[in-house]
């Protein structure tokens, strides 16, 4: 018998950059942090019309080879016919091993372009460049990559984490406000599972973050950044305290679904972050003073925290069941147990899940 010795060690440390006006500094960045031959910037139909030209410039400013490719904006494009049309241009572009990646964009992007680079040439580098407060705050950082199947979200992908993520507050400019609100509900919930303080800043200055104060902005991105780090780096595949992230989404999620992704997810998991604040209270964990504190903050962004009429919670309940998260019957959720702290794979009876949902039906 042959034994083929594979232990490894592996190095995926990589930094994040918060700052108004950094993205025409990437280009020379790169150069030290992240060289190649060629730079490949992936983004989509929204995003290359405003910002396209822009930023393939500061790429030949530097002198530095680069070309664009883009796909059609929205989820509905998620897919493994996007990923395929992608090499297919990336190779024309007579791209090599020595190319980087970079996606420019929000969610949708990043999860496409970051599955093409981990399988491109059986993988290569790639860079972040968020330009959604959704991406900035969470889907850019932490490696997951993937597009979606008729089936189901995200259930083809892999992780391949980021060398670099470049956060540019200036790219929220154009954001619509219904996209901004997208990404506070995702800064709420880092809050809520991992720090108290956080918390109180929120409450403290919402108004503020909702009209993009460019101080609060940025303080409030770098925290969350931070917070969710510290996650990741304890457990990049959500084998474990990765899980305490999903606060909010085993309900939300299958909301989302249910709604036919009409509901936005920082909106769908607003409400399921109602709904399992009051499983965890029913457990005896959460004070009804502490359900308030969050549907106030909630209602302060104007986040929903009512069930659509549409769906109703039993459906919701057999959606979950469907969802990889129920083992042994039981549907299994990360619940906070006060504010700033969340347990992972709490079983929980399907009665009490029904009854915290009916209590919020609109
Ligand atoms: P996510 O909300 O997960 O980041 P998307 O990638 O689908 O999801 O982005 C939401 C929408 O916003 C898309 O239509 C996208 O093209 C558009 N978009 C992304 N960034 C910007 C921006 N900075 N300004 C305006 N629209 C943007
Ligand atoms: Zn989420």
């Known amino acids: 018998m042959i034994q083929v010795n594979l ?8 930094s994040i950059d918060i700052g108004k006006g950094n993205s025409p500094k990437l280009p020379s960045l790169l150069k030290k942090l992240v060289p190649a031959f060629r730079y490949i910037i992936i983004t989509d139909s929204n995003v290359a019309k405003l910002y396209g030209k822009t930023f393939l410039f500061h790429f030949e400013k530097e002198k530095l080879n680069a ?5 059609r904006a929205g989820e509905e494009n998620k897919t493994r016919e996007t990923k395929a049309e992608l090499e297919n241009k990336i190779l024309q572009h007579s791209a090599g091993k020595d190319s980087v990646i970079i996606a420019l964009g929000g969610g949708v992007v990043g999860d496409v372009a970051g599955f093409v680079a981990s399988t491109l040439f059986r993988g290569i580098p790639f860079v972040q460049v968020p330009t959604t407060l959704l991406a900035q705050v969470d889907s850019s950082n932490g490696g997951k990559t993937a597009v979606d199947h008729p089936l189901g979200k995200n259930l083809i992908g892999a992780y391949h984490q980021p060398k670099h993520i470049c956060i540019d507050t200036d790219f929220l400019k154009t954001l619509s406000q219904e996209e901004y609100v997208n990404g506070i509900a995702e800064i709420i919930k880092q809050a809520l599972i991992q720090d108290e303080k ?4 929120l409450e403290k200055e919402m108004e503020k973050l909702v009209n993009r104060d460019e101080k609060i902005l940025k303080t409030t991105i770098e925290w969350n950044c931070k917070l969710k780090a510290s996650i990741i780096e304890k457990d990049e595949r959500e084998i474990g305290p990765r899980k305490i992230l999903n606060f909010g989404h085993t309900i939300g999620h299958a909301i989302e679904t249910l709604s036919q992704y009409k509901l936005r997810h920082g909106y769908a998991v607003s409400v399921g972050m109602v709904a399992e604040s009051l499983i965890a209270k029913e457990l005896g964990w959460l004070k009804e003073n502490d359900v308030q504190r969050i549907e106030n903050i909630l209602k302060r962004v104007k986040l929903p925290t009512r069930l ?19 083992k042994e019957g039981k549907i299994k959720y990360s619940l906070i147990d006060k504010v700033g702290h969340c347990e992972f794979n709490v079983g929980v009876e399907n009665e009490i899940a029904l009854r915290c949902m009916r209590g919020i039906m609109e």
């Open 7 to 14: 232990k490894k060690v592996v190095d995926d440390t990589y």
């Open 67 to 71: 070309s664009l490719v883009s796909f």
């Open 198 to 201: 956080f918390f109180l800043f």
């Open 308 to 326: 659509p009429k549409s769906i109703s919670p039993i459906t919701i309940l057999k959606k979950m069941q469907l969802d990889k998260k129920s």
